[in-house]
């Protein structure tokens, strides 16, 4: 497949359309550079890397790369953003089988920078959930392909280098958390070895690590040895425990002792308030009495008899004699005396009596109280049975580890198994023999382009290392067969265009086109090589590049496909604006 043409419009209006052609493919930043050199004009951000992310992000890339900071992956820019989103900005990509034939087969995809409802992921006119877009496209793109790993985007990883670590890396292509094993599947495929295993190794890889992790996690206190033995140890104490339990000397009659206890405690209670208050009647009755006592007459009858003599002289009708009054006022103050005091032996008698019985009560609680006190509390049994308790916690804990540490083991032992059967497969003398046939054919393309561009020869090798789980893996890189440093980023274009030329000999599914930036940074003849090289043999070879640093050769409008400049930004954002607002 070939990139044949990118499309960037709005609501059916086109603001680019970008064709492309068999052999160089460049996006050019007409900045002159004397603009360069000021500051307030870096010649970045005219959209040069976003038209191979534009590319990428039709593939299945994420679409954040398009308004996101490459070197904080967090900042975003925020008019780029809002223009996608607000202009409902649609990409659409057209990838062909065969450039020169207008009947050939050809793959539409659309997709824009909406959400939800308005979200557009179509495949030649089919809209496609998330799920489904990328196997559609690698489905019409490698019909052959039939393995689910390695990964469609795995597959392309080395057709698009635009990030950091794709520039500088020729086969580490894939994200920085990617496996040995991963990997190892990725380059056997590319490779044309077949290992049909390899999405199973991949499996079961992943899920022993999840599996050492967990036993690590469920360890991480103790080992399993040492949980036994302190089960072990739960054991004698509960048997202790048990034991001191059914010794405990618990009289059964103990609440119902408590209870009488209680109730003499209340009967008292209960008395000594009785008492109390008859002696507080006693004590009133006996106040009474001696305050009317008080007001008995003991005056001096003589004299006063002397003035009632004279009274009796002036007044007439006096008829009562004074002796008689006060008579008849001591009478008086005697039957008060009499009746208030009536009731004194009562309360005498009910003070001694309850007295008496408050003292019995008082000896039964005593003797009640030693009863009690002689028998082992329930709090002394109840603090034996929350220490029962604490220890079958302990005891169903400690099991449970054990057991999930049983099931675990037993799990990765499994799965070791199934592993070396695989791999007695891999790392067997005849599957090794495989790879360096292929390693051997691949070569033979790779030194062949190296020596082409550079007058050096690269070539591909591979060691069996053991990863950090203790596992055999391949592992290959890639080296310059004259020990010189090189230079990484011709090592990696021509890793790339040979990969091609091999794959299309092993009938290996891969695309024709190869994506590259910051080309400037390549010295001219090996641009002016590549140029050559890719022309004769049908690639696409698009780059971005500064139409400065361009070699006299290929400044050419032949070879651009799209120029861009400050004035002239790819997404052409503020003429867009302009253009809607006009209308409106």
């Excluded at 003599?309 to 006022?329: P, R, T």
């Excluded at 010295?523 to 070879?541: C, M, P, R, T, Y």
């Amino acid at each position: 497949m070939f990139l044949k043409k990118l499309t960037i419009s709005s609501n059916g209006r086109v603001i680019r359309d970008i064709p492309f052609h068999s052999g160089l493919n460049l996006i050019v930043d007409e900045t002159p550079e004397s603009i360069l050199a000021n500051k307030t004009n870096t010649g970045n951000n005219v959209g040069k890397t976003t038209v191979l992310q534009l590319i990428d992000f039709c593939l299945g890339g994420n679409p954040k790369g398009i308004y996101l900071d490459p070197e904080t992956k967090r900042n975003e820019y925020v008019l780029v953003k809002e223009f996608l989103i607000k202009n409902k900005i649609l990409i659409t990509l057209v990838l062909v089988e065969d450039l020169t034939d207008s009947q050939s087969k050809e793959i539409v995809i659309e997709r824009n920078f909406l959400s939800r409802k308005e979200i557009i992921r179509r495949v030649n006119g089919a809209s496609k959930t998330e799920v489904e877009f990328e196997p559609e496209i690698s489905r019409l793109a490698f019909p052959s392909l039939i393995v689910e790993k390695p990964t469609f985007r795995q597959i392309i990883s080395h057709n698009i280098r635009y990030r950091d670590e794709v520039i500088n890396n020729t086969l580490r292509t894939l994200d920085k958390f990617t496996t040995d094993v991963e990997y190892e599947t990725l380059h056997l495929f590319m490779l044309g070895v077949d290992f049909k295993n390899g999405d199973e190794r991949q499996s079961i890889m992943a899920k022993l690590k999840q599996e050492d992790a967990f036993r690590a996690r469920l360890e991480k206190k103790q080992t399993r040895t040492a949980y036994e033995t302190a089960l072990a140890l739960l054991e004698n104490d509960i048997n202790s425990l048990n034991e001191k339990k059914e010794k405990f000397n618990l009289n059964e009659r103990f609440e119902s002792d408590l209870d009488q206890l209680n109730e003499i405690k209340y009967r008292i209670n209960r008395l000594s308030s009785e008492i109390s208050n008859l002696k507080i009647k006693r004590d009133l009755i006996s106040e009474a009495v001696a305050g009317i006592s008080e007001s008995i007459s003991t005056i001096d009858l003589n004299q006063i008899y002397g003035i009632y003599q004279q009274a009796s002289n002036k007044i007439s009708g006096i008829q009562k004699e004074f002796e008689d009054l006060v008579q008849y006022h001591n009478r008086m103050a005697d039957e008060k005396i009499r009746y208030i005091s009536k009731e004194l032996p009562e309360v005498e008698q009910s003070i001694s009596v309850k007295s008496s019985q408050l003292r019995r009560l008082l000896d039964e609680e005593k003797k009640q109280a030693d009863l009690i006190s002689k028998t082992e509390s329930f709090e002394a049994l109840e603090k034996i049975v929350i220490d029962l308790n604490e220890k079958y916690r302990q005891k169903g804990e400690y099991q449970s580890i054990i057991q999930q540490l049983s099931e675990v083991e037993t799990i990765i032992k499994d799965l070791n198994k199934d592993l070396g059967v695989i791999d007695n497969g891999l790392f067997s003398d005849e599957f090794e023999i495989k790879i360096k046939d292929q390693i051997n054919k691949f070569n033979a393309h790779f030194s062949n382009v190296s020596r082409t561009l550079y007058g050096e020869q690269y070539a591909l090798k591979y060691d069996i290392v053991t990863n950090r789980a203790g596992r055999k893996v391949y592992k290959f890189s890639s080296f310059n067969l004259n020990f010189s440093s090189g230079k990484k980023q011709g090592e990696i274009s021509c890793f790339d265009i040979a990969y091609i030329l091999f794959a299309d000999t092993e009938k290996i599914p891969t695309f024709h086109f190869l994506l590259n930036d910051k080309k400037e940074l390549m010295h001219d003849n090996q641009l002016v090589k590549i140029a050559e090289l890719v022309s004769k043999n049908g690639i696409q070879f698009v780059a971005s590049i500064l139409k400065d640093k361009l070699p006299l050769e290929l400044n050419d409008e032949k070879h651009f496909v799209v120029q861009l400049s400050q004035a002239d930004k790819l997404f052409r954002i503020e003429n867009t604006i302009n253009a809607f607002s006009n209308a409106l």
